[in-house]
C-alpha cells in the first residue's frame, strides 16, 4: 500500500515527508484528487508516518500502523458520507466534540473528511470555525474531487496539495468526478444511453414549450431509481444549460440554470424525484 503511494504521488507525499520530518505539518490540508481514493490512501500515510514505532517510517507493520489502516486507531478519525448525499452538520459537531479530548496514543490527532465536497453550508460553516480556532493539537485532512465545490473560506485556510496532475482520469468518467460525483457514483453509472437519449428528449420538449415534457418528466423518474442516475440526470440538465449560456442563447440558458439552482436547493429539503422534474417542466412551460 504505502510503496503504491509513493510511486504515484511521489511529489506529494515527498512534500509531506518534508514537513513531518521539519514539524512544520500544517494544522489543516485540502487534498484534491479526481479520484479520491488515492488521496485517502495518503492522508493514512501520513497518519501512519507520524504514528509508526518502526524503523522505516511507515512501515505499515507496527501495531500503530496497523491500526490507523484498519481504521481502529483511536486518534485517526474518519468522517465521510456513509451512502448518504450530504455530510450534515451532525458530522462536524461530533469532530469539534472530539477536540475537546486528549490523544489517547499520540501527541496530535487527525481528523480526515472524505468527498468534501458533499458538505452542506450548514456543516462547512461549523467546519471553518474549527479550523480558525483548533484548541487541541490536530490535523485535519479534506478530501475532494472538486475545489470549486469548497467554500472560498475554508480554502483559504487549508494547505492545497493537488494530486490531479498525476493521473488524469479520461472521458465521461473524468468530467462526473471534476463535477462532485464520487468514483463508486461513476461506477454504478455503466451504461446511461437510455438516460442520456431521454433526458435530451426532456431538454429539448421543454425548449420547445411541448406539453409531453410532462410526461417526459414522469418517465425520467420512473427510470432514475438511484441517487447516482438523479443527479447524473441534473448535471445533463446543467451541462447542456451552461452551454447555452456560452452560446447566442444566454437567456435560455440563464433561464434553465436559475430553475436548476432552485432544485438543489428543494433536493436539500428531500424533494421527491418525480417532482423536481415535474416543477422544472412546469415552470419552463410560463
Given at each position: 500500500m504505502f510503496?503504491?503511494?509513493?510511486?504515484?504521488g511521489?511529489?506529494?507525499?515527498k512534500?509531506?515527508?518534508?514537513?513531518?520530518?521539519?514539524?512544520?505539518?500544517?494544522?489543516?490540508?485540502?487534498?484534491v484528487?479526481?479520484?479520491?481514493i488515492?488521496?485517502?490512501?495518503?492522508?493514512?500515510?501520513?497518519?501512519?508516518?507520524?504514528?509508526?514505532?518502526?524503523t522505516?517510517?511507515?512501515?505499515?507493520?507496527?501495531?500503530?500502523?496497523?491500526?490507523?489502516?484498519?481504521?481502529?486507531?483511536?486518534?485517526?478519525?474518519?468522517?465521510?458520507?456513509?451512502?448518504k448525499?450530504?455530510?450534515g452538520?451532525?458530522?462536524?459537531?461530533?469532530?469539534?466534540?472530539e477536540?475537546?479530548?486528549?490523544?489517547?496514543?499520540?501527541?496530535?490527532r487527525f481528523?480526515?473528511?472524505?468527498?468534501?465536497?458533499?458538505?452542506?453550508?450548514?456543516?462547512?460553516?461549523?467546519?471553518?470555525?474549527?479550523?480558525?480556532?483548533p484548541?487541541?493539537?490536530v490535523?485535519?485532512?479534506?478530501?475532494?474531487?472538486?475545489?470549486?465545490?469548497?467554500?472560498?473560506?475554508?480554502r483559504?485556510?487549508t494547505q492545497?496539495?493537488?494530486?490531479?496532475?498525476?493521473?488524469k482520469?479520461?472521458g465521461k468518467?473524468?468530467?462526473?468526478?471534476?463535477?462532485?460525483?464520487?468514483?463508486?457514483?461513476?461506477?454504478?453509472?455503466?451504461?446511461?444511453?437510455?438516460l442520456?437519449?431521454?433526458?435530451?428528449y426532456?431538454y429539448?420538449?421543454?425548449?420547445?414549450?411541448?406539453?409531453?415534457?410532462l410526461?417526459?418528466?414522469?418517465q425520467?423518474?420512473?427510470?432514475?431509481?438511484?441517487?447516482?442516475?438523479?443527479n447524473?440526470?441534473?448535471?445533463?440538465l446543467?451541462?447542456?444549460?451552461?452551454?447555452?449560456?456560452?452560446?447566442?442563447?444566454q437567456?435560455?440558458?440563464?433561464?434553465?440554470?436559475?430553475?436548476?439552482l432552485?432544485?438543489?436547493?428543494?433536493q436539500?429539503?428531500?424533494?421527491?424525484?418525480?417532482?423536481?422534474?415535474?416543477f422544472?417542466?412546469?415552470?419552463?412551460?410560463?
Open positions: 510503496v503504491n503511494i509513493q510511486e504515484r511521489k511529489k506529494q507525499s512534500l509531506l515527508r518534508q514537513a513531518f520530518e521539519q514539524n512544520k505539518l500544517a494544522h489543516s490540508y485540502l487534498f484528487d479526481a479520484n479520491e488515492q488521496a485517502l490512501n495518503t492522508a493514512y500515510w501520513l497518519a501512519c508516518l507520524f504514528n509508526c514505532s518502526g522505516e517510517k511507515p512501515d505499515g507493520t507496527c501495531q500503530n500502523c496497523r491500526q490507523i489502516i484498519s481504521g481502529n486507531h483511536p486518534d485517526v478519525l474518519l468522517v465521510k458520507p456513509e451512502g448525499q450530504n455530510l452538520i451532525d458530522q462536524v459537531r461530533l469532530l469539534k466534540e477536540l475537546a479530548k486528549s490523544p489517547v496514543q499520540s501527541n496530535v481528523f480526515i473528511i472524505n468527498e468534501a465536497q458533499k458538505l452542506t453550508l450548514p456543516a462547512a460553516n461549523a467546519l471553518l470555525n474549527l479550523l480558525e480556532e484548541i487541541a493539537p490535523v485535519t485532512i479534506l478530501i475532494t474531487n472538486n475545489t470549486d465545490q469548497i467554500l472560498p473560506t475554508i483559504s485556510r492545497i496539495i493537488n494530486f490531479t496532475n498525476n493521473e482520469e479520461k468518467s473524468a468530467e462526473l468526478l471534476a463535477n462532485g460525483f464520487s468514483p463508486s457514483e461513476v461506477d454504478s453509472l455503466e451504461d446511461t444511453a437510455k442520456d437519449k431521454k433526458t435530451r426532456f429539448q420538449e421543454m425548449l420547445e414549450h411541448n406539453s409531453l415534457s410526461v417526459s418528466a414522469h425520467l423518474a420512473e427510470m432514475a431509481k438511484s441517487k447516482s442516475e438523479q447524473y440526470i441534473l448535471f445533463l446543467k451541462k447542456w444549460a451552461q452551454a447555452e449560456l456560452n452560446s447566442s442563447n437567456e435560455i440558458g440563464a433561464r434553465m440554470l436559475k430553475y436548476l432552485e432544485i438543489d436547493k428543494m436539500y429539503s428531500n424533494v421527491n424525484f418525480r417532482n423536481l422534474l415535474d422544472l417542466a412546469l415552470q419552463w412551460k410560463r
